[in-house]
C-alpha cells in the first residue's frame, strides 16, 4: 500500500494569514503517462462529509475559492490558503489515488490562532 | 444536480448482520465507481474500497477484505455495504461518495450513515 503522511496534525494560524500543511507519500503518484499526480485535497468540517478542494494536486474544484491552493509533485505536496477566514476551521485530508488502496493521509486540524 | 443519500443510523448488536444503502440521483449511476469511505468516531478518513454499479466489479482495501461486502442494484440507482457480523469495533460513520468518471477522486459525497454496535 501507499502510505501518505501528513504534517502537521495540527495547526492555529490567524484570520488574513496564511495556512500551509503538506502530505508525502510513499512512492511517486505521478503518471508519466499523462504527467498528473493522482493526489488530492479534500476539507472536512465538523459533522460535514469530505469536500473535495483540489484534484491533480493543483487543478481547484469548482466553486472553490481561490485562495485555497495545491502544489508538489512525485512524493510531496503542499496545500496553502492564503488570507485564512473563520470559514476555514476543518480538518484537511490528502489522498492518493494512484493505485488501490486509495490511502489518505491522517488529517491536519486547522484551527484560528 | 448529483446527489448521494445514504440510509439512516443503526444500532445493532455485536453478531448482528446489517446492510446500509447509498442512493445515487442526477448522473449515470452504473457507469461512475462508488467508494465508501469509514471515519471511526474523532479518527481519520479510511478507505474501504470501491464498486463499479455496472458489473458490480468491486475492490477492497487489505484492511477490509472479506469484512464487509459492496453491492449493487444499478436498476434502482443503489449501492450497498454489508455486514454479516458486527463487531463493537464496526462502529462508526461510513460514507459513500463518488469517484470522477474515470479518474479515483471522489467528488460527490452522501451525508453519512452512523453505525454504532453495542450489546
Known amino acids: 500500500d501507499i502510505v501518505v503522511t501528513q504534517s502537521p496534525d495540527s495547526l492555529a494560524v490567524s484570520l488574513g494569514e496564511r495556512a500551509t500543511m503538506n502530505c508525502r507519500s510513499s512512492q511517486s503518484v505521478l503518471f508519466s503517462g499523462t504527467n498528473n499526480n493522482y493526489f488530492a485535497w479534500y476539507q472536512q468540517k465538523p459533522g460535514q462529509p469530505p469536500k473535495l478542494l483540489i484534484y491533480w494536486a493543483s487543478t481547484r474544484e469548482s466553486g472553490v475559492p481561490d485562495r485555497f491552493s495545491g502544489s508538489g509533485s512525485g512524493t510531496e505536496f503542499t496545500l496553502t490558503i492564503n488570507n485564512l477566514q473563520a470559514e476555514d476551521v476543518a480538518v484537511y485530508y490528502c489522498?492518493?489515488?494512484?493505485?488501490?488502496?486509495?490511502?489518505f493521509g491522517q488529517g491536519t486540524k486547522l484551527e484560528i490562532k | 444536480e448529483v446527489r448521494l443519500v445514504q440510509s439512516g443510523a443503526e444500532v445493532r448488536k455485536p453478531g448482528e448482520s446489517l446492510k446500509i444503502s447509498c442512493k445515487g440521483s442526477g448522473y449515470s449511476f452504473s457507469t461512475n465507481w462508488i467508494g465508501w469511505v469509514r471515519q471511526m468516531p474523532g479518527k481519520g478518513l479510511e478507505w474501504m474500497g470501491i464498486?463499479?454499479?455496472?458489473?458490480?466489479?468491486?475492490r477492497y482495501s487489505p484492511s477490509f477484505q472479506g469484512q464487509v461486502t459492496f453491492s449493487a442494484d444499478k436498476s434502482i440507482n443503489t449501492a450497498y455495504l454489508q455486514w454479516s457480523s458486527l463487531k463493537a469495533s464496526d462502529t462508526a460513520m461510513y460514507y459513500c461518495?463518488?469517484?470522477?468518471?474515470?479518474?479515483?477522486?471522489?467528488?460527490?459525497w452522501g451525508q453519512g450513515s452512523l453505525v454504532t454496535v453495542s450489546s
Open positions: 464498486i463499479y454499479p455496472g458489473d458490480s466489479d468491486a
Open positions: 489522498q492518493q489515488y494512484y493505485d488501490t488502496p486509495y490511502t
Open positions: 461518495a463518488r469517484h470522477r468518471p474515470g479518474w479515483g477522486h471522489s467528488d460527490y
